[in-house]
């Protein structure tokens, strides 16, 4: 059986949980090999932590060389461990960062890409979203490695181990990959939420909130939900960015979405429209959202949320 | 300094949008307009000539796409871009990101040595963000994407973005791709003088032959990729959807959430 290559996306040595997904994808197609590029001190703990989710090979890139900078010597990594194990796939977090590396690999290795699958069988057909998810699209790379986006949820992660060989790799870097740099990072802060788009359940609101997004979290809390806002609350300077669902925001298909003060335009309904089980709280019976829902309240948010929360605390015990 | 922006004609996003028969966006049966995302690529070119004031600056945009594509290009000319160039050829229908890539390069390269590559976030219709990195693979220049601000001095770049997990500063030197998001700052309209004016701006079509291009390199049967289906999602089914009077609302919900077993 051929590797699958898997980018292993991690915060400082603490693996993400869809790059756990991403092994259990690789198990359909072939041996799923982890890439892990990071530094040296925290590549035991982190292939020992995949070997637990199957990956029966990690290779270890020591990140001096690639640390700092953008997307291009990432791409040039992948590109000689591919060139070295003509894997079957090659499979990357569909993040932003990893969206771009695909692209840059793509073309360097002639190949096809596929990108924001949220589906991919034994056979390598993708199952994509489209349109603002009014759309299901299939589809198979045709050339050279297929290389596939994964968006997080696509698949459960799968604890067992596998053979978790530990393989070094020297990688070379090219200058020229070395243009883009990243002069300062400011971590974000931890909400001590879940995160937006890996979560099960994301509470969110928009301009109907007035700016007091207190019931919003208080009813996200309850439910151990992320926070989500449309682009109207962003503007307005009510939320950071990091916290806007929709089509130049998040995408989230989570198992529940309650929609707050929000009217559901087409491109807020493209970031969570493909969401199990959608649930919305406006005053305005006519707000399109109300068209997406499985459960609708005409109501005004500042006093359904916060008698939820109670209820649901008071349920809880 | 040359600053190219790379503009898509893509389908209204709040018309029906479609897929044809065999598979492929339906781009002439629905109403199409300038990307509202490449608006912002056109908005941070034109800032940067006008900060550039003693420097001889040339925007020129540039589009991919059907006949009616040149619509895009027209937009960006009235927005203040100083010329345009549309590439269309029946062989390109069909491309994916690859292809396109592969044709915005050598178009690119024809309309002259760029010191800004500039383009959107992502087009509005396939979405994928990927285009600004295989140019700027194809072409053998950095790539400092999603800005929500961009500021230049010389032919150095600064942005800053907010990324997955931490909020960056990216910095790079010219040449370069730039990719800016819908955060970088309202685009202006087209004046009624702008509107005018671009009437007179050279606006020129290119044929893949004129860019060395050839047609099985392109298009459809050259995709790398082969969708296999397209199918509508089908409707969601009619929810409940109650009105709150003194707390009934609330109430409701929660019933709602509890035989859903989310609580
Ligand atoms: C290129 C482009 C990209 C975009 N990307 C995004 C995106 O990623 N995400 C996004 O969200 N939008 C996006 N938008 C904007 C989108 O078109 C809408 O403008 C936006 O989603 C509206 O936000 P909203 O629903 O919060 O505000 P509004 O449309 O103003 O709706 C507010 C709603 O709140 C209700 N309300 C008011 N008070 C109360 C109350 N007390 N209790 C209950 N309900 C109340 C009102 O009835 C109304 O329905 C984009 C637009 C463009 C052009
Ligand atoms: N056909 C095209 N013509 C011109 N520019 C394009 C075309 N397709 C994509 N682009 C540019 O690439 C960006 C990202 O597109 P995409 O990768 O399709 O999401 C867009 O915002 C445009 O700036």
């Given at each position: 059986?051929?590797?699958?290559?898997?980018?292993?996306?991690?915060?400082?040595?603490?693996?993400?949980?869809?790059?756990?997904?991403?092994?259990?994808?690789?198990?359909?197609?072939?041996?799923?090999?982890?890439?892990?590029?990071?530094?040296?001190?925290?590549?035991?703990?982190?292939?020992?932590?995949?070997?637990?989710?199957?990956?029966?090979?990690?290779?270890?890139?020591?990140?001096?060389?690639?640390?700092?900078?953008?997307?291009?010597?990432?791409?040039?990594?992948?590109?000689?461990?591919?060139?070295?194990?003509?894997?079957?796939?090659?499979?990357?977090?569909s993040?932003?960062?990893?969206k771009?590396?695909?692209?840059?690999?793509?073309?360097?290795?002639?190949?096809?890409?596929i990108t924001d699958a949220v589906d991919?069988?034994?056979?390598?057909?993708t199952t994509q979203s489209v349109f603002a998810g009014n759309f299901t699209v299939t589809a198979?790379?045709?050339?050279?490695?297929?290389?596939?986006t994964v968006k997080p949820n696509a698949?459960?992660?799968?604890?067992?181990?596998?053979?978790?060989?530990?393989?070094?790799?020297?990688?070379?870097?090219?200058?020229?990959?070395?243009?883009?740099?990243?002069?300062?990072?400011?971590?974000?802060?931890?909400?001590?939420?879940?995160?937006l788009t890996e979560a099960a359940i994301v509470?969110s609101?928009g301009?109907?909130?007035?700016?007091?997004?207190?019931?919003?979290?208080?009813?996200?809390?309850?439910?151990?939900?992320?926070?989500g806002?449309s682009r109207?609350?962003?503007?307005?300077?009510?939320?950071?960015?990091?916290?806007q669902v929709g089509q130049t925001g998040k995408v989230v298909s989570p198992q529940l979405y309650i929609a707050?003060?929000i009217s559901g335009a087409i491109q807020h309904r493209a970031g969570m429209q493909t969401s199990k089980t959608i649930v919305a709280?406006?005053?305005?019976?006519?707000a399109p959202i109300f068209e997406l829902v499985d459960?609708g309240?005409?109501?005004?948010?500042?006093?359904?949320?916060?008698?939820?929360?109670?209820?649901?605390?008071?349920?809880?015990? | 300094?040359?600053?190219?922006?790379?503009?898509?004609?893509v389908p209204d996003a709040t018309a029906d949008r479609r897929f044809?028969?065999?598979n492929?966006v339906d781009?002439?049966?629905v109403?199409?307009?300038?990307?509202e995302l490449?608006?912002?690529?056109?908005?941070?070119?034109?800032?940067?000539?006008?900060?550039?004031?003693?420097?001889?600056?040339?925007?020129?945009?540039?589009?991919?796409?059907?006949?009616?594509?040149?619509?895009?290009?027209?937009?960006?000319?009235?927005?203040?871009?100083?010329?345009?160039?549309?590439?269309?050829?029946?062989?390109?229908?069909?491309?994916?990101?690859?292809?396109?890539?592969?044709?915005?390069?050598?178009?690119?390269?024809?309309?002259?040595?760029?010191?800004?590559?500039?383009?959107?976030?992502a087009s509005t219709d396939a979405g994928m963000s990927?285009?600004?990195?295989?140019?700027?693979?194809?072409?053998?220049?950095?790539?400092?994407?999603?800005?929500?601000?961009?500021?230049?001095?010389?032919?150095?770049?600064?942005?800053?973005?907010?990324?997955?997990?931490?909020?960056?500063?990216?910095?790079?030197?010219?040449?370069?791709?730039?990719?800016?998001?819908?955060?970088?700052?309202?685009?202006?309209?087209?004046?009624?003088?702008?509107?005018?004016?671009?009437?007179?701006?050279?606006?020129?079509?290119?044929?893949?032959?004129?860019?060395?291009?050839?047609?099985?390199?392109?298009?459809?049967?050259?995709?790398?990729?082969?969708v296999?289906e397209t199918a509508a999602r089908p409707p969601r089914t009619a929810g409940?959807?109650?009105?709150?009077?003194?707390?009934?609302?609330?109430?409701?919900?929660?019933?709602?959430?509890?035989?859903?077993?989310?609580?």
């Amino acid at each position: 059986m051929s590797e699958v290559l898997v980018l292993v996306d991690h915060v400082d040595g603490a693996v993400r949980k869809p790059s756990y997904e991403l092994l259990a994808i690789a198990k359909r197609l072939g041996e799923p090999a982890a890439v892990f590029i990071g530094g040296a001190d925290k590549a035991a703990a982190a292939a020992e932590s995949l070997k637990g989710y199957g990956a029966d090979k990690v290779y270890v890139v020591d990140d001096a060389e690639v640390k700092g900078y953008l997307v291009a010597p990432k791409a040039e990594v992948l590109q000689q461990i591919a060139e070295k194990a003509s894997p079957a796939a090659i499979l990357i977090p569909s993040s932003a960062e990893g969206k771009e590396i695909a692209a840059r690999l793509a073309i360097k290795l002639e190949s096809g890409l596929i990108t924001d699958a949220v589906d991919v069988d034994a056979n390598g057909v993708t199952t994509q979203s489209v349109f603002a998810g009014n759309f299901t699209v299939t589809a198979k790379v045709t050339k050279g490695t297929p290389i596939i986006t994964v968006k997080p949820n696509a698949a459960s992660p799968e604890e067992g181990a596998g053979a978790g060989a530990v393989q070094e790799f020297a990688a070379t870097v090219s200058d020229a990959a070395k243009g883009a740099q990243i002069v300062a990072a400011q971590p974000r802060q931890s909400t001590g939420r879940p995160e937006l788009t890996e979560a099960a359940i994301v509470v969110s609101g928009g301009r109907g909130t007035g700016g007091d997004f207190d019931s919003v979290e208080g009813l996200a809390d309850a439910l151990g939900a992320a926070v989500g806002a449309s682009r109207a609350a962003v503007d307005s300077g009510w939320k950071p960015h990091t916290f806007q669902v929709g089509q130049t925001g998040k995408v989230v298909s989570p198992q529940l979405y309650i929609a707050n003060g929000i009217s559901g335009a087409i491109q807020h309904r493209a970031g969570m429209q493909t969401s199990k089980t959608i649930v919305a709280v406006n005053k305005d019976e006519e707000a399109p959202i109300f068209e997406l829902v499985d459960f609708g309240v005409v109501g005004d948010l500042h006093t359904v949320l916060p008698a939820v929360t109670a209820e649901v605390e008071k349920r809880k015990g | 300094m040359n600053i190219v922006v790379c503009v898509k004609y893509v389908p209204d996003a709040t018309a029906d949008r479609r897929f044809e028969s065999d598979n492929t966006v339906d781009r002439e049966g629905v109403d199409g307009l300038l990307s509202e995302l490449d608006e912002y690529a056109v908005e941070q070119a034109l800032q940067m000539k006008e900060k550039r004031a003693d420097e001889e600056v040339t925007v020129t945009a540039v589009t991919i796409g059907p006949e009616k594509a040149v619509d895009a290009v027209r937009k960006a000319l009235q927005m203040g871009a100083d010329a345009g160039v549309h590439v269309s050829d029946e062989a390109v229908a069909g491309s994916d990101a690859v292809a396109t890539s592969l044709v915005l390069a050598k178009a690119i390269e024809k309309i002259g040595q760029p010191d800004v590559v500039m383009c959107g976030m992502a087009s509005t219709d396939a979405g994928m963000s990927v285009v600004p990195a295989m140019l700027a693979e194809r072409l053998g220049l950095p790539q400092v994407t999603m800005a929500a601000v961009v500021e230049s001095q010389g032919d150095q770049v600064r942005i800053k973005r907010d990324g997955d997990t931490a909020t960056e500063v990216i910095g790079g030197r010219m040449p370069m791709v730039l990719s800016v998001t819908d955060q970088s700052g309202e685009a202006r309209y087209p004046s009624f003088k702008g509107i005018m004016a671009a009437k007179k701006k050279p606006l020129e079509t290119y044929s893949l032959g004129d860019l060395g291009v050839d047609a099985d390199q392109v298009g459809l049967s050259a995709a790398w990729t082969a969708v296999e289906e397209t199918a509508a999602r089908p409707p969601r089914t009619a929810g409940e959807i109650v009105k709150d009077e003194d707390g009934s609302g609330a109430t409701a919900l929660v019933e709602f959430l509890a035989s859903k077993k989310f609580i």
